[in-house]
């Protein structure tokens, strides 16, 4: 075991990337389903294992083949990509564990494993998205993640989702392209692909119109993957179509990956100095951030679908984040890191009682939630739960993150806005209340029978909603390792 | 297929050159041109120049979509092997250096079998999609 300790950075992305290719050769839905739940769990050992050494050594890093960076290619963990690797690999194993009777009746029986196969390919892009140390090595994992989740979303039986993952792949494909070209263009100047390196190279040369332009590529490219308003029409077909545990696992990744790929830019590579001191890019990011929350909020009032208006929600939640970038402050990024994993919690359980409901009545629309608390009275209590955790209740996660916003936009002496974040939560909650009065208020059709979900999607569902409202009581844990993040990410020690 | 004739003895010539320069190509990578991936391209190129002229069904008599499914995963496999063959030889994921005694040696098996876990790869994705348009 010594000796693997030393491997876990390359561990992280080979497990998963090793048990795809077996999920194809075993030939059965139900093996492929256990490999894949077996591989999940292995990669969140390993984030924890790693989360662990870099708050208690500072940052690993693995030179891949033996190759020194920055020649190499170099996977590096500091505390800010050990926590995403940690949410990543988390949500991924509580949802596949609860994934197989959603999945068998969703899509067609010669399918599953390669079902399984592509989540699994996926995760490996998400965490090594995360864990490299290189930025064309970002750009590789990104276009193995993103071609497995078109995959993943066209799996569904539904024709929509075919429509649905070909505009994912068009827009995904033109932010994948933004990105390798602005990744070409620091190249272009600085001579190199680490992004350490590059980080050291760029002051030198950050007043030449090239890195202009790689940084505007660059923005606007994670700018689409992440969905920031105006960039986010992808997201609400993609997330209404994709089967229901698929959907529960990119909500609680694939956006916060991007979410983590533009601090890493934003902060390590271009340096906060240059991205809003030479140009200024809060105030780019700011009025997106609040036009997206305000406007993504109002339009999921208006659904009538609930994946699809939990979908938008998620849209709003992305707001948050950048809004939290935007202050460029240690609180405003403790806030963003921290709704990173609060709100991956908070959407992948939502989600999870979306597969629930689709596993029993066959369909999110909201109509036919009418009665649902009676008939589903677990998997509803778990929205509910859910569902003031995303507007913000204290005692549940979602409070804990909007506290730290509001603080960090006082710390600035923003009071409108923290105003408008909390009139914000007002529209959350008229979204969740138009479920929750559906599904208690309203009478079922008249031969409607009590219809619970199984345990094998209850019981992670509710380690979901569980988790919402244990980090949202005791949440030194979280907010600590935010905290360390935010700092390590601003250059300042605590 | 009696009109066909000459494209049929053509191919019948062409057919073994082109698999056999893609063996060329795949084992002569590491000392000139070439490597897994064009290796791939051009052994799939001659399979479905057979299934284009003799038909989708009788490439598939050759090559079954099942067996191909098997070989995308085994050369994806074999890569990733030799990458955690690496690692328990005592170096890091990836470094041949470390197969054999003499680092020379170690570096040259190395690439070969990763770039034949490429190839049996690439050929059998390449070949899928012919079937997957085809079929």
């Known amino acids: 075991m010594m000796l693997l300790t030393a491997h876990l950075p390359i561990l992280q992305v080979i497990l998963p990337l090793i048990a795809a290719p077996l999920c194809v050769l075993l030939r059965g839905p139900r093996l492929a389903w256990g490999l894949s739940v077996l591989a999940s769990w292995g990669c969140f050992a390993i984030a924890i294992a790693l989360l662990r050494q870099v708050l208690a050594e500072g940052s690993v890093s693995y030179a891949l083949g033996g190759w020194a960076a920055p020649w190499g290619i170099e996977y590096r963990v500091d505390v800010v990509n050990a926590f995403v690797l940690l949410i990543v690999s988390g949500i991924s194993s509580v949802v596949l564990s609860g994934a197989r009777a959603g999945i068998e009746a969703e899509v067609a029986k010669d399918r599953i494993e390669l079902l399984y196969t592509c989540w699994l390919l996926c995760l490996a892009g998400f965490l090594g998205i995360a ?132 601090l890493r830019f934003t902060f390590t590579i271009f340096g906060a100095d240059y991205a809003f001191a030479t140009v200024a890019m809060e105030w780019i990011l700011l009025p997106l951030a609040v036009l997206g929350i305000f406007s993504a909020s109002l339009v999921a009032i208006f659904q009538l679908d609930v994946k699809r208006l939990l979908a938008w929600s998620s849209i709003a939640q992305i707001g948050y984040m950048v809004l939290g970038i935007s202050l460029v402050s240690v609180t405003g990024l403790t806030a963003s890191t921290l709704h990173l994993f609060n709100h991956a919690l908070i959407k992948s359980a939502l989600f999870m009682t979306m597969a629930c409901v689709f596993y029993r009545i066959g369909s999110t629309q909201l109509a036919d939630f009418a009665g649902l608390g009676r008939r589903m009275p677990w998997t509803m209590a778990a929205f509910v739960v859910g569902g003031l955790s995303l507007i913000g209740i204290p005692l549940t996660v979602g409070f804990v993150s909007k506290w730290y916003l509001i603080l960090a936009l006082l710390e600035r002496g923003w009071w409108p806005l923290s105003v408008f974040v909390v009139l914000s939560s007002l529209l959350a909650v008229m979204y969740v209340w138009r479920v929750v009065e559906m599904a208690y208020l309203q009478p079922a059709t008249s031969n409607a029978k009590p219809c619970e979900a199984p345990a094998s ?33 601003l250059g300042v020690s605590s | 297929m009696q009109h066909h004739i000459v494209l049929q003895v053509v191919a019948k010539v062409l057919l073994p050159l082109i698999l056999l320069y893609a063996l060329y190509v795949q084992f002569h990578g590491d000392f000139g041109p070439g490597g897994g991936f064009q290796a791939g391209v051009l052994f799939a190129v001659g399979l479905i120049l057979y299934g284009l002229i003799y038909g989708v069904d009788t490439l598939q008599r050759v090559i079954s979509p099942d067996v191909l499914r098997t070989l995308m995963a085994s050369g994806v496999l074999l890569y990733a092997g030799v990458g955690v063959l690496g690692i328990f030889m005592g170096g890091q994921y990836l470094d041949y250096g470390v197969l054999a005694q003499d680092p020379l040696q170690g570096q040259h098996w190395g690439i070969f079998f990763v770039e034949l876990g490429v190839g049996i790869t690439v050929a059998s994705v390449m070949t899928s999609l012919f079937y997957a348009f085809a079929g």
């Open chain 1, 131 to 262: 864990v490299t140390g290189d930025t064309f090595n970002v750009f590789v994992f990104l276009e193995i993640s993103a071609i497995s989740s078109y995959a993943l979303i066209a799996l569904s039986g539904r024709r929509r989702a075919l429509i649905a993952s070909f505009r994912y792949l068009i827009m995904g494909t033109v932010g994948a392209t933004f990105i390798v070209i602005g990744v070409g263009l620091l190249y272009m100047v600085t001579g190199t692909l680490n992004m350490a390196d590059i980080g050291a190279r760029l002051p030198a040369v950050a007043e030449s119109r090239t890195v202009a332009a790689a940084f505007a590529f660059l923005t606007v490219g994670i700018g689409l993957k992440m969905a920031l308003f105006p960039l986010h029409l992808w997201l609400p077909n993609a997330y209404t179509y994709a089967p229901a545990p698929v959907t529960a696992f990119f909500a609680g990744t694939a956006t916060k990956v991007a979410v983590y790929l533009l």
């Open chain 1, 457 to 489: 999607i209850l019981i992670p569902t509710w380690a979901l909603v569980l988790a919402n409202l244990y980090f949202g009581i005791d949440s030194s844990l979280t907010v600590g390792i935010a905290q360390r993040a935010a700092e390590s990410l």
